[in-house]
């Protein structure tokens, strides 16, 4: 699978933070972007017990109704003392209006309802890329950190104000937006999927 420069890529997300994030990583490469909600495309219901069942599922269906290359990421917070929650119920955990305030809130008040002292928790983030053909392509990134309350930070979104990644002092939402572009899950997911020779340098 290639992308050419000038080519069309559709960003299979309505969260502006993550397709914001995903145009600034993908910059360099010269491509013609498009958020899934510029192009009014549905949001297809996230059935897959996986990221990336979840993220292969949603790049199929911007391709199939874009007619475009279509790059999904479907990332979450796994906890470790929840038994991995809330994965990939991230950002249901938000609520319908996802809001990440109340989905910050939820992880606190688990993790003292547990009693636990194990604040330990990582980023995933899956990257799938499909073409209208059906020809997919797959990328995971993974960062481990501690979990921090209350939340510090507006730079970012969704749980980044809680999250401080291993061998650093700042939340993701405290830090500079291009060290978290440097670092994140979703910039190693990002690694991986520049090492693939899918995108024209």
């Not at 269906?61 to 990332?75: F, Y």
């Not at 606190?108 to 604040?119: C, F, M, S, W």
């Not at 830090?175 to 690694?191: D, G, N, Q, V, Y």
């Amino acid at each position: 699978m290639k992308l050419a420069r000038g080519s069309t890529l559709v960003i299979a997300s309505h969260n502006k933070g993550k397709v914001r994030e995903i145009r600034e990583l993908l910059a360099p490469f010269q491509l013609v972007i498009k958020g899934a909600d510029e192009l009014d495309l549905p949001e297809p219901e996230e059935t897959e017990p996986t990221f990336v069942g979840n993220a292969l599922l949603k790049a199929r269906a911007a391709a199939n109704a874009s007619h475009e290359a279509a790059l999904a990421d479907d990332s979450g917070l796994a906890v470790n003392a929840l038994g991995g929650a809330p994965g990939i119920y991230s950002a249901r955990w938000a609520g319908e209006q996802k809001d990440f305030a109340m989905g910050m809130a939820r992880v606190e008040r688990e993790l003292k309802a547990k009693n636990v002292k194990d604040y330990s928790a990582r980023f995933i983030s899956v990257l799938a890329l499909a073409k209208p053909d059906g020809e997919t392509a797959v990328f995971e990134g993974v960062i481990d950190g501690t979990l921090t309350f209350p939340p510090r930070g507006t730079r970012g979104f969704g749980y980044d104000p809680i999250f401080v990644a291993n061998g650093m002092t700042e939340t993701f939402g405290e830090i500079e937006p291009a060290l978290k572009h440097a670092i994140s899950h979703r910039a190693r997911a990002f690694k991986k999927l520049l090492e693939s020779g899918v995108l024209s340098s």
